[in-house]
């Protein structure tokens, strides 16, 4: 499998730090988190060259990220429905 584009869920120093690995390796880096209002500035800032994206454009059949990193507190991860997640997920959550 090729991998061209990553998805990333959850914007915190781990989420930041795969993300710009991800776009270093010229990945295309989706990145979505808890919606916020800082949100964007932090994307813009800490991962200027990902794109922040809604939760259901991450999962959307023709935007599908290859790989998904779980980059969130592991309380978290029993709220996301990832059964329409594509690709394989990694599970970095913290716990």
């Known amino acids: 499998m090729m ?3 990553a998805g990333i ?6 989420g930041a730090a795969v993300g710009r690995l991800a776009a270093a390796a010229g990945l295309t880096t989706l990145v979505t988190a808890h919606p916020s209002s800082l949100l964007p500035v932090i994307v813009g800032s800490v991962l200027p060259e990902a794109e922040l994206v809604s939760w259901d454009r991450l999962t959307e059949p023709e935007e599908r990220a290859d790989v998904v990193v779980l980059a969130v507190p592991a309380t978290a991860v ?3 429905d990832l059964s329409h997640v594509r690709g394989t997920i990694i599970d ?4």
Request: aromatic share 0%; charged share 20%.
């Open 3 to 5: 991998i061209r584009t």
């Open 92 to 95: 970095a959550t913290n716990p």
């Open 78 to 80: 029993a709220d996301l």
């Open 9 to 14: 869920i959850g914007a915190g120093k781990l």
